[in-house]
């Protein structure tokens, strides 16, 4: 079974910074895809970014702020997020997808942005 699990969570005032990381175990550990999603309440969850090869792609919001990155030998996505903002405040989660059109999501860690 394949398990993906968040870290790096937690509060912090505006303007600051957190580095969110997501461990991938398994027996196959091959992913064409990682990314990072987030969910506000009472709103839908929404692409924050994602990473496949040499290519990364964000959402809007978050571009300039945030930075994916991946380290495959410790089988690892990363999100950077500095200039953090009230309304990024959510539950963030990563999502794995594989060769074989499987996608793995984990738990989720919190983020709040408050003074």
């Known amino acids: 079974q394949v398990q993906l699990v968040e870290s790096g969570g937690g509060l912090v005032q505006p303007g600051g910074s957190l580095r969110l990381a997501c461990a991938a175990s398994?027996?196959?550990?091959?992913?064409?895809?990682m990314g990072w999603y987030r969910q506000a309440p009472g709103k839908q969850r929404e692409l924050v970014a994602d990473i496949s090869d040499g290519r990364t792609n964000y959402a809007d919001s978050v571009k300039g702020r945030f930075a994916i990155s991946r380290d495959n030998a410790k089988n690892t996505v990363y999100l950077q997020m500095n200039s953090l903002k009230p309304e990024d405040t959510a539950v963030y989660y990563c999502?794995?997808?594989?060769?074989?059109?499987?996608?793995?999501w984990g738990q989720g860690t919190q983020v709040t942005v408050s003074s």
């Open positions: 398994g027996s196959i550990f091959s992913f064409d895809v």
């Open positions: 999502k794995a997808d594989n060769p074989g059109g499987n996608s793995y």
